[in-house]
């Protein structure tokens, strides 16, 4: 099993990015998926969540207008666009699958919001 982000990095305030999470492994089609944020010192967040068929998706109110989620089961990938971009936002973004009892992490990609 495997999730790996990408599309992390360096960004200055307003600016946008898409952070990708490739899947293997496991039946992607069945998962849910969400990506959480762990900011230095601070406690991991969700940020957004959508579901197996990508018809329900929920967002924290931290990004609330400035994400979007979306997910490819042709692909096994789910895509977070965020925009506006903060200094807040700085953090490790990381991907997560669930369905019932089963769930797994990426080990995640950094964003950085810094002039």
């Known amino acids: 099993v495997q999730l790996v982000e990408s599309g992390g990095g360096l960004v200055q305030p307003g600016g946008s990015l898409r952070l990708s999470c490739a899947a293997s492994?496991?039946?992607?089609?069945?998962?849910?998926m969400s990506w959480y944020r762990q900011a230095p010192g601070k406690e991991r967040e969700l940020v957004a969540a959508?579901?197996?068929?990508?018809?329900?998706?929920n967002y924290a109110d931290s990004v609330k207008g400035r994400a979007t989620m979306s997910r490819d089961n042709a692909k096994n990938t789910v895509y977070l666009e965020m925009n506006s971009l903060k200094p807040d936002d700085t953090a490790v973004y990381s991907c997560?699958?669930?369905?019932?009892?089963?769930?797994?992490w990426g080990k995640g990609t950094l964003v950085t919001v810094s002039s």
């Open positions: 997560n699958a669930k369905w019932y009892g089963m769930k797994y």
């Open positions: 492994g496991f039946t992607f089609n069945n998962y849910d």
């Open positions: 959508i579901s197996s068929s990508g018809s329900i998706i």
